[in-house]
């Protein structure tokens, strides 16, 4: 069964500091992993998007790692802000064909306080 | 994203009321989804339709339907609505595109805001 597993399940740190953030997966055939920003309230928004090549991408503050032979993948955010307060989604993609079917984490929430 | 509404935004009911969710898109994407949120586990997939005549049943739709009117428009009903399909309901649209230099596609999803569906 393909799963996902995300931690911590929540967060809290000082506006100004890092934190990374973790996903575990087990989905076969990987295709691709991507993190969304959740706001409360809203929907779920990409950040970044990595495949089976790529180890590592930057979107701003947000730096999201992949290691597929562990498959394991960080979002590290760095010098945080009160506006990254929100839930993060590790979403694993497994494609065949045209079809893709999506696993999601549970997701962490962040909350940064001053 | 603005592109892709939902509505009602909030929508209380009761127990055996019928129940329709309605997802406009303007990105002109083809692939539409209805996933459900609940507290503690990630979205779910209910329905996905990947073009107008393209329906098909996600991991959990029993107690659902849907309806694609158009290439814009996706709606999600709930015949006799149970207290236990009280959730957060999001629509999905996404695009299928090959990157150039990748041998993998992508199919990033964009969400609408939600409806918040409460059945007592």
């Known amino acids: 069964k393909n799963q996902v597993e995300q931690s911590p399940q929540s967060l809290i740190i000082l506006e100004g500091k890092n934190c990374t953030l973790q996903c575990n997966y087990t989905v076969s055939p990987f295709s691709n992993l991507r993190w969304y920003k959740q706001d409360t309230g809203r929907g779920p928004v990409s950040l ?10 930057s979107n701003g503050r947000y730096t999201a790692t992949l290691d597929a032979d562990t498959k394991q993948s960080s979002l590290h955010i760095t010098a945080s802000q009160l506006s990254d307060s929100a839930s993060y989604i590790c979403v694993v993609s497994a494609t065949t064909g045209t079809a893709s079917k999506l696993t999601f984490g549970t997701g962490t929430r962040l909350q940064v306080t001053l | 994203d603005a592109d892709v509404t ?4 909030n929508r209380i009911t009761k127990t055996g009321k019928r129940i329709m969710l309605e997802c406009s898109q303007t990105k002109g994407h083809d692939r539409m989804y209805w996933y459900r949120q609940d507290p503690g586990l990630g979205l779910r997939l209910i329905y996905y339709s990947f073009d107008v005549k393209d329906i098909n049943k996600g991991e959990i739709s029993d107690g659902y339907s849907v309806s694609r009117q158009a290439q814009a428009k996706f709606s999600l009903s709930l015949e006799s609505a149970i207290p236990n399909q009280t959730a957060l309901y999001f629509c999905a ?20 805001p939600g409806t918040r569906l409460t059945v007592l």
């Open chain 2, 6 to 9: 939902q509505t009602p935004r």
């Open chain 2, 93 to 112: 649209t996404s695009d299928f595109t090959w990157t150039s230099g990748s041998d993998h596609p992508t199919d990033t999803q964009y969400f609408g």
């Open chain 1, 48 to 57: 970044t998007i990595m495949t089976f090549s790529e180890n590592t991408k």
